[in-house]
DNA sequence: CCTAGGTGCAGAACTGGCTT
DNA sequence: AAGCCAGTTCTGCACCTAGG
């Protein structure tokens, strides 16, 4: 796959990126990680406030979690050959006013750099959708909400128009506050984590 | 041991634009 | 003005971990 822009230069305009700089309670600080080789993408939410401080993507209790989930180290998670993290927004939000989570992803980041971001990669397999507002932007039509969305299980998803469709997989948010959709449906533990792992396992070892 | 901090989902309520 | 629809915002819900 070629494209007029490498994912190297891409990585350095988001860095410098400030566009939400009047709608960020703090400094414009993008967290990504990007390669070319990159063989499975990761499509989140936003930093939390844990990733932004320490600048390192799902550098938190939900990324620990993503990682047991993935069946994965954090060497193997961090490194931009194997996994690539494109979050929905690429700064942190802030808090909701009710202190009840943090604030919805910015809506800048996606239009804006995601089709920018995506044709650069050259060896991407699987897409991993995680947590509501990268599923209903990129399933569109097909959104039928977290819980039937990760229901479905693998499927394939175009993401961009050149491109040949890659493996999908939905995922709900890692974070510990979802813990009461865990342990509403324990299905995702028992039948979808083992399909997952055993995926991500023969991507990054083969 | 106790407390504070961190964290998203689903569904309801609200808002704004469009049509009749 | 009323009704409809789509999009946005608000609210109620549990648990884990780190630090004092």
């Given at each position: 796959m070629q494209s007029n822009i490498s994912t190297a230069k891409v990585y350095q305009q988001v860095s410098q990126c400030t566009l939400c700089h009047a709608n960020l309670p703090l400094e414009p600080k993008p967290i990504v990680q990007l390669s070319a080789m990159a063989k499975i993408l990761i499509i989140g939410q936003a930093p939390g406030l844990q990733a932004h401080k320490q600048r390192k993507?799902?550098?938190d209790a939900s990324g620990k979690r993503l990682r047991e989930w993935l069946g994965v180290t954090d060497a193997q998670f961090y490194q931009a050959e194997n996994f690539a993290i494109m979050p929905m927004a690429f700064c942190y939000p802030g808090k909701q006013a009710n202190g009840s989570?943090?604030?919805?992803?910015?809506?800048?980041c996606t239009p804006t750099w995601h089709q920018t971001i995506i044709?650069?990669?050259?060896?991407?397999?699987l897409v991993l959708l995680v947590g509501q507002y990268a599923q209903k932007y990129y399933l569109q039509?097909?959104?039928?909400g977290v819980t039937e969305n990760v229901k479905c299980g693998m499927s394939h998803l175009?993401?961009?128009?050149k491109m040949p469709a890659v493996e999908l997989f939905n995922l709900p948010h890692?974070?510990?506050?979802?813990n009461i959709w865990l342990h509403k449906n324990t299905w995702f533990e028992h039948n979808c984590l083992p399909q997952l792992r055993s995926k991500v396992a023969q991507i990054i070892y083969e």
């Open positions: 993507a799902f550098a989570g943090d604030k919805a992803p910015l809506k800048t044709p650069t990669f050259e060896h991407l397999q039509q097909a959104d039928l175009v993401l961009e128009e890692p974070s510990p506050r979802n």
